[in-house]
């Protein structure tokens, strides 16, 4: 069994900031990429970010310069620092990582529940 929760959504002000959290836990050999995704209503969920476990990063480009991922491999958690939100940010924020459980067994995605931001004035 695998559980990856996220933590820190809310409600915030546009130019405001929030920082969200995930820990991924359970039987698992090995964690790679981790990363965070989004889902506004009536659209398809869309990458935000993500970091492999040496620390390479990819954004998206309408949170470039504005959110930063990071991660603490020890602790099998993955941050998004986000930064100067805008309305259109608002959205369910999903964590996402991809792990083995055994060395033999395939890479497998797993997802979190989603965690609510709402970006408003």
């Known amino acids: 069994q695998v559980q990856v929760v996220e933590s820190g959504g809310g409600l915030v002000q546009p130019g405001g900031s929030l920082r969200l959290s995930c820990v991924a836990s359970g039987s698992i050999f090995r964690f790679y990429v981790m990363g965070w995704y989004r889902q506004a209503p009536g659209k398809q969920r869309e990458l935000v970010a993500t970091?492999?476990?040496?620390?390479?990063?990819n954004y998206a480009d309408s949170v470039k310069g504005r959110f930063n991922i990071s991660r603490d491999n020890a602790k099998n958690t993955v941050y998004l620092q986000m930064n100067s939100l805008k309305l259109e940010d608002t959205a369910v924020y999903y964590c996402?990582?991809?792990?083995?459980?055994?060395?033999?067994?395939?890479?497998?995605?797993?997802w979190g529940q989603g965690t609510q931001v709402t970006v408003s004035s």
């Open positions: 970091i492999t476990s040496d620390g390479t990063t």
């Open positions: 996402n990582t991809d792990a083995r459980q055994t060395p033999w067994a395939r890479r497998t995605d797993y």
